[in-house]
């Protein structure tokens, strides 16, 4: 069992996120959000206007960090062999071999997710659960380390195919990048006038920290009084007037488990109200199906879970 020590676990934080804010500008609170995610063994899934970074912000944290990384760009045509691997013939041995895809790596950029087949997109739904693949009925375990972030642009509707409830189940949290001010878009042009700032970003962490931190995480302490908190938070999704579908258990254990990883990143060895408050609607809000007549009257999944943060009572 890892020792908790909060303030090394911070340490890696502050330099994994001053790596990345090498190229990434004015996004401080999503690189925070997405660190969580990386510590707590979570998956996330980027959704933002074309041209917002989403791409490069992947890019960058896999820059960062001295482990494997694979990029897939998702097309209608990819099939779920492109993912996963295929076994081949090799005639001259005249047995069949394996030829990995590139799920089996560290850290997997799914790019353009929704542009694949449901079909494809479910090939990495064993994989973001259990991290192990099945090809041609062998289990095959992934990485130690196995974090996907998948990018998806929500104005384009022609050639995609939205991701199905299961597959948005498995990612932890949901994120959209915005727009950056004035001044940070200035400096964006001054630092990519001639050349990118992200070819010459070198790793800052290795393998083994991330891996050391994850099994940090886990040791921070959570009061009984705030696991009651966040059952009741994801259990009121299931009640709430003008939502289909709730939030699953899983929600609930990626709430406590991003809550714990914001802890250490605070330098704390106990996570606090606050810390479930903050990433509440980002790993419960995409979880959620309205009904059509709340869709209709303009109600979002947002709205929903920002009402039920403030009807709950904060244990003190």
């Known amino acids: 069992m890892e020792e908790l020590n909060c303030q090394w676990g911070h340490g890696i934080f502050?330099?994994?996120a001053a790596n990345i804010q090498i190229v990434i500008k004015g996004q401080k609170e999503c690189i925070r959000y997405i660190l969580a995610g990386l510590?707590?063994?979570?998956?996330?899934?980027?959704?933002?206007?074309?041209?917002?970074?989403?791409?490069?912000?992947?890019?960058?944290?896999?820059?960062?960090?001295?482990a494997d990384f694979k990029r897939i760009q998702f097309t209608p045509d990819l099939l779920p062999s492109d993912i996963l691997g295929v076994s081949i013939f090799d005639p001259a041995q005249k047995i069949f071999k394996l030829h990995k895809g590139p799920v089996f790596t560290n850290i997997l950029l799914a790019d353009e997710i929704n542009r694949a087949s449901p079909r494809t997109q479910s090939a990495l739904l064993e994989s973001m659960a259990e991290s192990q693949v099945t090809i041609d009925g062998s289990?095959?375990?992934?990485?130690?380390?196995?974090?996907?972030?998948?990018?998806?642009?929500?104005?384009?509707?022609?050639?995609?195919?939205?991701?199905?409830?299961?597959?948005?189940?498995r990612f932890a949290m949901q994120l959209n990048l915005g727009y950056v001010a004035r001044e940070q878009e200035v400096a964006i042009l001054t630092e990519q006038q001639e050349v990118h700032p992200i070819h010459s970003l070198t790793p800052c962490v290795t393998l083994k920290d991330i891996l050391r931190l994850r099994r940090m995480v886990n040791q921070v302490f959570i009061a009984k009084e705030l696991k009651l908190?966040?059952?009741?938070?994801?259990?009121?999704?299931?009640?709430?007037?003008?939502?289909?579908?709730?939030?699953s258990p899983r929600a609930t254990i990626a709430l406590m488990k991003t809550a714990q990883a914001l802890a250490v990143f605070d330098?704390?060895?106990?996570?606090?109200?606050?810390?479930?408050?903050?990433?509440?609607?980002?790993?419960?809000?995409?979880?959620?199906?309205?009904?059509?007549?709340?869709?209709?009257?303009?109600?979002?999944?947002?709205?929903?879970?920002?009402?039920?943060?403030k009807s709950i009572p904060v244990p003190v």
């Open 14 to 16: 502050k330099r994994l």
């Open 39 to 66: 510590a707590s063994n979570g998956h996330i899934l980027l959704e933002d206007n074309p041209g917002t970074g989403k791409t490069t912000l992947a890019k960058a944290l896999a820059k960062s960090i001295d």
């Open 139 to 169: 289990i095959l375990n992934l990485e130690d380390l196995f974090f996907v972030i998948a990018t998806q642009n929500p104005v384009e509707s022609s050639g995609t195919y939205p991701l199905p409830e299961a597959q948005m189940d």
């Open 229 to 247: 908190y966040m059952v009741d938070l994801v259990n009121k999704t299931r009640e709430k007037t003008g939502v289909s579908l709730g939030a």
């Open 267 to 309: 330098n704390q060895a106990f996570i606090m109200a606050d810390h479930i408050q903050e990433i509440a609607v980002y790993v419960i809000a995409h979880r959620l199906i309205l009904d059509p007549h709340s869709t209709f009257s303009g109600m979002t999944a947002r709205f929903v879970v920002e009402d039920i943060l």
